[in-house]
């Protein structure tokens, strides 16, 4: 049961454009959403999060918005840029002493110059 | 800071055969965590540990095993292996093991079991 769902397996964008990239969960229970970013042969690192208290957190480039009535998420990169080509994943969790992280299965972002 | 690194980048094994998957941070870090990425999918959990001396089972733990005798070092025991366990390993360290944490991942043991 895929409880973190990307739907999107690739997206192609030209480099100054936005980016949106997306995913569904389907545990109301999730307080925490976290974006991690994956270039190949290196681990993933994080990008951005957002708590569920929340509907938009922003950093930079890169802005989360969570829609908690449709159990979404999205992931805007604007301008889009050539180093933001990478397999980006989403991934929650929920509360507890040590939760665990469910990932879903990346969508790969391609920035054409 | 190294971060999270990792020991071997690749390795290919033969069925039944075993080994050990080192990972070391230097960020004093009590979490730790141990996860497998086949294709196409995410990131599995298969162990953590919340300090030396504590280690749980995570999402796909059958056929590992992890000890954590020092803050520094997780590392992974596969026991007789399988074709099955043939994916990327990553394992990654955090602060802190509540909501919002962040992890932060070493770059990967590449394993192909043959």
């Known amino acids: 049961d895929q409880q973190v769902k990307q739907n999107s397996p690739s997206l192609s964008v030209q480099e100054g454009r936005i980016s949106i990239l997306n995913c569904d969960y389907t545990?109301?229970?999730?307080?925490?959403f976290l974006w991690y970013k994956k270039y190949p042969a290196e681990g993933p690192t994080f990008l951005i999060s957002?708590?569920?208290?929340?509907d938009k957190n922003e950093d930079g480039r890169f802005t989360v918005f969570l829609n908690k009535s449709a159990k979404h998420l999205s992931l805007h990169i604007v301008p889009s840029q050539p180093g933001d080509s990478a397999v980006y994943f989403c991934a929650a969790s929920y509360g507890g002493a040590t939760n665990k992280l469910i990932f879903g299965t990346g969508t790969l972002l391609a920035v054409q110059p | 800071n190294a971060g999270v690194t990792q020991t071997p980048k690749f390795r290919i094994l033969k069925i039944g055969q075993s080994m050990t998957l080192q990972c070391t941070q230097d960020?004093?870090?009590?979490?730790m965590y141990w996860y497998r990425q086949d294709p196409g999918m995410g990131l599995k959990l298969i162990y953590y540990?919340?300090?030396?001396?504590?280690?749980d089972k995570g999402e796909v733990p059958n056929g590992y095993n992890v000890s954590r005798s020092t803050t520094e070092d997780f590392p992974l025991r596969l026991e007789l292996a399988a074709p099955s366990q043939t994916s990327v390993y990553f394992c990654?360290?955090?602060?802190?093991?509540?909501?919002?944490?962040?992890?932060?991942f070493g770059p990967g043991t590449r394993l192909t079991v043959l």
């Open positions: 990654a360290s955090s602060s802190s093991g509540g909501t919002g944490r962040k992890e932060f």
């Open positions: 957002i708590s569920s208290i929340k």
């Open positions: 960020m004093n870090h009590n979490y």
């Open positions: 545990n109301s229970m999730f307080d925490y």
């Open positions: 540990s919340v300090g030396a001396g504590i280690t």
